[in-house]
């Protein structure tokens, strides 16, 4: 049993590698999987992560791109690839990941956050409005969240009475 198995077991976060080295193996070690089972979406996924991690965005966003396509169940894959989409400036793209990963799990308070802070970005309030709402109520305890949404609803409260 390898060291790395864990890696084809579920879409993670992040990897928490200290040496490029290690990067390398858990690389090598998903190209492998993926030779034996090319529809494996876990293992695109989590070699997205590293390619990622050690800079090899093109890389990171293939393998993501095979990620939502084989594993189109799980949120994380299109969530994480907005990560990286929002990271490079590919806002629109990211956006539309990020709605990916919310149709998929609606309930992704994480997913809604992210796209809402983008959203605001491009200055789409109202929708980042709905993102921000719905995020809330699914997590009222995360702090971040309401007070992002109340600073939202001050500004467009502001811009309202200026004009």
Same mark, same amino acid.
């Given at each position: 049993m390898s060291r790395y198995d864990y890696l084809t077991q579920r879409p993670l976060a992040a990897l928490l590698y200290d040496e490029l080295e290690e990067y390398q193996s858990a690389i090598e070690f998903l190209t492998t999987r993926i030779q034996n089972a090319p529809a494996n979406g876990v293992a695109y996924h989590n070699r997205g992560l590293a390619y990622w991690e050690i800079g090899k965005v093109e890389e990171a966003i293939t393998d993501f791109d095979y990620a939502v396509e $084989?594993?189109?169940?799980?949120?994380? =894959? =299109?969530?994480? !690839?907005?990560?990286?989409?929002?990271?490079?400036? !590919?806002?629109?793209?990211?956006?539309?990941? $990020?709605g990916r990963a919310i149709e998929i799990e609606p309930d992704a308070a994480t997913?809604? !956050?992210? !796209?809402?802070a983008l959203l605001v970005e491009v200055g789409r309030l109202?929708?980042?409005?709905?993102d921000y709402n719905r995020a809330v109520q699914l997590d009222p305890s995360f702090k971040h969240t309401r007070e992002a949404r109340d600073a939202l609803v001050s500004n467009v409260a502001q811009a309202k009475d200026a004009t």
């Open positions: $084989f594993s189109a169940e799980n949120y994380m =894959p =299109p969530h994480i !690839r907005g990560l990286l989409l929002q990271r490079i400036g !590919r806002t629109e793209e990211a956006i539309a990941s $990020f997913a809604l !956050r992210a !796209r809402a109202e929708e980042a409005l709905d």
